[in-house]
């Protein structure tokens, strides 16, 4: 016979775990998260409104459907470098040279393709391979010297803008051929329709998969599942809704561009990559301590190789990609902003500049939210230097909620 006390206890237990169930549930759990300093994507949805309000306000056209369009195509080149800078802040290390490789990758595709007269394909693979080396150097560095990424990435800033100035020559740039596939793909072409619409539904019907195999799993193991089948179903209509909207509105415009769908496929490829496989949370491991992964034989070094060639690599695409942007080759490629808005965009988006912690995804609502403020500067002719000023406040305020969000995490670790 069981005792009052102990089923009284149960009945109790019972009805909290029924309280967690659905909706409700979910929405307490989500307060109860980011009171704990887990913001998540909070901090940029907000920021994203705001802007879009302000700009908006001060210039309706920053929300016509062409105008985002235009914001998407600058977005992608900056997104690739984004996404390479994520995979070294996670493990606490920064690359202060994607501007500067992305300008030689620039170089390296004009000299490449129009000065030698190879095919594009090549000379993409050049660029990538040069990339490549130089992640591979940045992390020997490291490994072989215990030089600070801080220094020889600097240190590869200034090699790599000399290599790009003398491959551009006494002209300094070189123009692409404008009604080449490859400088319509970063000016011109976008997605049909209807095929925009069908990838609106993916994200749902892959979150809808993964939830349900989810709870099977946990149910089969005699786990609750937090939220059930009903917060699972919100979850994935509200997405599916969202992403039929904003498709639906840009192609009352020009369209998805391609090459933002080239981008995304990366950041979804990455974020399987770091949450997925054996690799990523090697990653995770080394970012939130080093010696903790060494003595649980995890190959430190190998890490840092990968992260620093993977960051190198996505550089040097961006590079190339801004080259199709731009129809050229120039000594302007990578210098500027590039550098500050690649990084920032990282941060903002949720990636720890102290490491251990960051998505993929952090590249994607990183840049978005950089190119929004961009563009609408640009509408509002603001200054180059006004431009600046406002992005580094941006960043420093990504910067202190991230420090905010650790205290407030350590905190509730303690408690």
């Not at 998969?209 to 946990?218: N, V």
């Not at 997925?276 to 949370?281: D, E, I, Q, Y």
Request: proline letters at 3%.
């Amino acid at each position: 016979m069981t005792d009052p006390n102990t089923r009284t206890a149960l009945d109790q237990s019972d009805s909290r775990l029924r309280q967690d169930q659905g909706v409700a549930g979910a929405i307490r759990g989500f307060i109860d998260r980011v009171r704990s300093g887990d913001l998540g994507i909070l901090p940029v949805v907000i920021g994203l409104i705001l802007i879009a309000t302000v700009f908006w306000s001060l210039n309706p056209i920053f929300l016509a459907p062409n105008n985002l369009a235009n914001l998407l195509f600058d977005a992608a080149a900056v997104g690739c470098i984004s996404l390479g800078v994520v995979c070294v802040l996670m493990l606490g290390e920064i690359d202060l040279s994607i501007g500067s490789m992305s300008g030689l990758a620039s170089a390296i595709l004009g000299v490449v393709w129009v000065r030698m007269g190879l095919p594009v394909p090549l000379a993409i693979l050049v660029a990538l391979c040069a990339g490549a080396f130089m992640g591979f150097v940045y992390a020997t560095m490291l490994n072989r010297f215990g030089m600070p990424s801080f220094v020889s990435t600097l240190s590869g800033l200034l090699a790599m803008l000399g290599l790009q100035l003398y491959l551009l020559g006494g002209t300094g740039s070189i123009n692409l051929p404008y009604a080449s596939p490859m400088v319509r793909f970063g000016q011109i072409y976008v997605m049909p329709a209807w095929f925009s619409y069908v990838l609106a539904f993916a994200p749902g019907v892959v979150m809808l998969a993964l939830g349900l195999a989810r709870m099977r799993r946990r149910a089969a193991v005699n786990l609750s599942n937090p939220g059930g089948v009903s917060v699972l179903l919100v979850k994935v209509a509200v997405l599916t809704l969202i992403l039929l909207g904003a498709v639906h509105y840009l192609n009352m415009g020009r369209g998805i561009p391609w090459m933002f769908g080239l981008f995304v496929l990366l950041v979804v490829i990455m974020q399987y990559a770091l949450t997925r496989t054996k690799w990523g949370r090697a990653m995770f491991a080394v970012g939130g301590n080093r010696e903790a992964a060494r003595r649980s034989g995890i190959n430190v070094n190998r890490i840092r190789i990968s992260a620093f060639m993977l960051c190198s690599m996505l550089a040097a695409l961006g590079g190339t990609l801004a080259a199709s942007r731009l129809a050229s080759s120039s000594q302007q490629a990578g210098t500027g902003d590039v550098n500050l808005n690649a990084i920032a965009a990282a941060v903002i988006g949720g990636t720890s500049l102290f490491g251990g912690r960051g998505s993929a995804w952090s590249a994607l609502l990183g840049v978005i939210v950089i190119q929004a403020i961009s563009n609408g500067l640009t509408l509002l002719n603001l200054s180059s230097s006004l431009r600046y000023m406002i992005t580094g406040a941006v960043l420093a305020v990504a910067v202190i909620v991230d420090s905010l969000a650790r205290r407030s995490r350590a905190s509730h670790g303690r408690a």
